[in-house]
């Protein structure tokens, strides 16, 4: 399948620790992408989005860093707290006509106090 | 303002037998997609339905099909269930067929036993 992820990776931080979850998009031709949060029985909520012609694009608390030139992303939260445990996953897509959300593997992030 | 709503939010069903998902789209939004998320693994396309039509497909066999009603609203339906379709069903929508605004519901975690 498109979204391959059997292992979970897990990043583990103390609370006000900055936190850095990468991600490998796989389709050079997307150009926009999204980070997503999903807690435990919820379904992903939408964290920080950049397009193609940036690389770089801050939030609260979160900047989404992107390289095309291997294909890359990343997205860094400060101060992390307790509540942003969660897994992560980005997704990427091409932002013209019927065009559908491909997710990276995901990370778990555990925050502990 | 509610966002997605899906039901029911839990099924359990027999191997052999046919289930229907429902969703909602969030208010102002015309496009619903499906997607299906196995345990520990990321989201996966189906399909993704605008003005009752099937615009988009993923690598899902014709056992999965769906349906847009006029008022937005969509169901995804499931036939000769499997183990392997055991999984959380998410519905997102966004407006027109624009794919920043995606928005997602809490999902239908479906048990084939």
């Known amino acids: 399948g498109e979204s391959v992820g059997l292992h979970l990776p897990t990043l583990s931080v103390q609370e006000g620790d900055n936190s850095i979850i990468n991600c490998a998009y796989s389709?050079?031709?997307?150009?926009?992408f999204i980070w997503y949060k999903q807690e435990s029985g919820k379904g992903p909520q939408f964290i920080i989005d950049?397009?193609?012609?940036?690389d770089k694009r801050q939030g609260q608390r979160v900047t989404v860093l992107l390289n095309k030139t291997v294909k890359h992303l990343s997205l860094q939260i400060a101060a992390t707290q307790p509540g942003d445990s969660a897994v992560y996953f980005c997704?990427?897509?091409?932002?013209?006509?019927?065009?559908?959300?491909?997710f990276g593997t995901g990370t778990r992030l555990l925050v502990s106090p | 303002d509610a966002g997605v709503t899906q039901s029911p939010t839990h099924l359990i069903k027999t191997r052999g037998q046919q289930v229907t998902l429902r969703c909602s789209p969030k208010s102002g939004h015309d496009t619903v997609s499906w997607y299906q998320q196995a345990l520990g693994q990321g989201p996966q396309f189906i399909f993704q339905y605008y003005e009752e039509e099937e615009r988009q497909r993923g690598n899902f066999p014709d056992r999965f099909s769906g349906h847009q009603f006029p008022n937005y609203s969509s169901e995804l339906n499931v036939n000769a269930l499997l183990l392997g379709d055991s999984a959380l069903y998410l519905c997102?929508?966004?407006?027109?067929?624009?794919?920043?605004?995606?928005?997602f519901g809490s999902g239908t975690r479906l048990t084939v036993v």
């Open positions: 997102a929508s966004s407006p027109q067929t624009l794919n920043y605004g995606y928005t």
């Open positions: 950049i397009r193609s012609n940036m």
């Open positions: 389709n050079s031709a997307s150009d926009y």
């Open positions: 997704a990427e897509t091409m932002n013209t006509g019927f065009q559908k959300l491909v």
